[in-house]
């Protein structure tokens, strides 16, 4: 029981301390394949410890959402690790208080209250910011919502544990139709929810502004939760990719010390080439216009579709 509770622990800190490590190989590696040096991969920790000591900056009209939504946000990713596999392949004490739809609503839950504190802000980016993230919401929660139908119906079960030990014993099904469709429609909304989509940009131009547009009146620590916030989401989505549908292989089965610190050098790997083929992606597409953005999200339904009629066939 104590080896359990110390590996549901491991879990959250493994989501908190290796999110942002993740957001620096990105960066690093985005800017290197553009043929630039790139950041440090250790840069967004110290984005982080410099945020955390400047000062606080609230704007006049802002109300008690705009205090909440950080925290919120930060408190339902901290949660979400606790509900799916990070590290060990079976469920930890607590992983019984919802199952992977259950997860996506908690995700959800995070992004709405960014988004009310965007308009409580009063300033227009931050309109502008959550008027777009509605926009590809949109199309990227049903889709979601759909792959994990298309989920339960392969396995049966809505747990994220069944799904991994139903992959890992029959390979018949990991590589039969249903689950190829998952993966691909789950890619794409990987590259959605993550900012990585091609009509999507991390700086201050107006024109491409989405997630900067939504946190731009933040500063000092009520920034750095939400930007914590955003790598630990990006850290889960990666999680549920690889250890639930992509690469399900490499977490802990008895929840030992050597099999946890074995599954985080799994995480890094797995996590490493995922991040490599989005930065293979975004790198080689071309940046779309704004009003494009429901061509890859619609490709990704109808992806998720085929995954539940190829279910019903087979």
Same mark, same amino acid.
């Given at each position: 029981? *104590? &080896?359990?509770?110390?590996? =549901?622990?491991?879990?959250?800190?493994?989501?908190?301390? !290796?999110?942002?490590?993740?957001?620096? +190989?990105?960066?690093?590696?985005?800017?290197?394949?553009?043929?630039?040096?790139?950041?440090?991969?250790? =840069?967004?920790?110290?984005? $982080?410890?410099?945020? +955390?000591?400047? =000062?606080?900056?609230?704007?006049?009209?802002?109300?008690?959402?705009?205090?909440?939504?950080?925290?919120?946000?930060?408190?339902?990713?901290?949660?979400?690790?606790?509900?799916?596999?990070?590290?060990?392949?079976?469920?930890?004490?607590?992983?019984?208080?919802?199952? #992977?739809?259950?997860?996506?609503?908690?995700?959800?839950?995070?992004?709405?209250?960014?988004?009310?504190?965007?308009?409580?802000?009063?300033?227009?980016?931050?309109?502008?910011?959550?008027?777009?993230?509605?926009?590809?919401?949109?199309?990227?929660?049903?889709?979601?919502?759909?792959?994990?139908?298309?989920?339960?119906?392969?396995?049966?079960?809505?747990?994220?544990?069944?799904?991994?030990?139903?992959?890992?014993?029959?390979?018949?099904?990991?590589?039969?139709?249903?689950?190829?469709? *998952?993966?691909?429609?789950?890619?794409?909304?990987?590259?959605?929810?993550?900012?990585?989509?091609? #009509?999507?940009?991390?700086?201050?131009?107006?024109?491409?502004?989405?997630?900067?547009? &939504?946190?731009?009146?933040?500063?000092?620590?009520?920034?750095?939760?939400?930007?914590?916030?955003?790598?630990?989401?990006? +850290? @889960? $989505?990666?999680?549920?990719?690889?250890?639930?549908?992509? *690469?399900?292989?490499?977490?802990?089965?008895?929840?030992?010390?050597?099999?946890?610190?074995?599954?985080? !050098?799994?995480?890094?790997?797995?996590?490493?080439?995922?991040?490599?083929?989005?930065?293979?992606?975004?790198?080689?597409?071309?940046? !779309? &216009?704004?009003?494009?953005?429901?061509?890859?999200?619609?490709?990704? +339904?109808?992806?998720?579709? *085929?995954? @539940?009629?190829?279910? =019903? @066939?087979?």
């Amino acid at each position: 029981m *104590l &080896r359990d509770v110390a590996a =549901q622990i491991a879990q959250v800190l493994a989501a908190l301390l !290796l999110s942002p490590l993740l957001q620096g +190989f990105i960066l690093r590696y985005e800017e290197r394949a553009q043929r630039s040096r790139g950041p440090s991969l250790l =840069q967004p920790y110290r984005d $982080l410890h410099k945020l +955390f000591r400047k =000062q606080l900056v609230v704007p006049a009209t802002a109300s008690w959402i705009f205090w909440a939504a950080p925290v919120v946000a930060f408190t339902a990713m901290l949660t979400v690790p606790i509900l799916i596999p990070v590290l060990t392949n079976y469920p930890l004490p607590l992983s019984d208080m919802g199952d #992977i739809l259950g997860g996506g609503l908690i995700l959800t839950l995070g992004t709405f209250f960014v988004n009310l504190a965007a308009l409580d802000s009063g300033s227009a980016y931050g309109g502008i910011g959550a008027s777009r993230t509605v926009m590809i919401t949109i199309l990227a929660e049903p889709t979601l919502i759909l792959v994990f139908v298309g989920i339960t119906l392969m396995a049966h079960a809505m747990l994220p544990f069944v799904v991994n030990h139903l992959l890992v014993a029959q390979p018949a099904i990991y590589w039969g139709p249903t689950h190829l469709f *998952l993966v691909a429609a789950f890619f794409v909304l990987l590259l959605a929810e993550t900012d990585r989509l091609p #009509i999507h940009s991390s700086t201050h131009i107006e024109v491409y502004m989405i997630e900067e547009a &939504r946190v731009l009146e933040y500063s000092g620590p009520l920034l750095a939760l939400l930007k914590w916030s955003g790598m630990m989401k990006q +850290f @889960i $989505l990666y999680t549920i990719f690889c250890h639930v549908l992509l *690469l399900p292989w490499g977490l802990s089965k008895l929840g030992t010390a050597d099999g946890l610190v074995g599954a985080v !050098l799994a995480i890094l790997i797995k996590f490493g080439i995922v991040a490599c083929a989005v930065i293979a992606v975004e790198t080689a597409q071309s940046r !779309l &216009r704004f009003y494009r953005y429901q061509e890859p999200l619609a490709a990704a +339904f109808m992806l998720a579709v *085929l995954a @539940i009629v190829a279910n =019903q @066939i087979r």
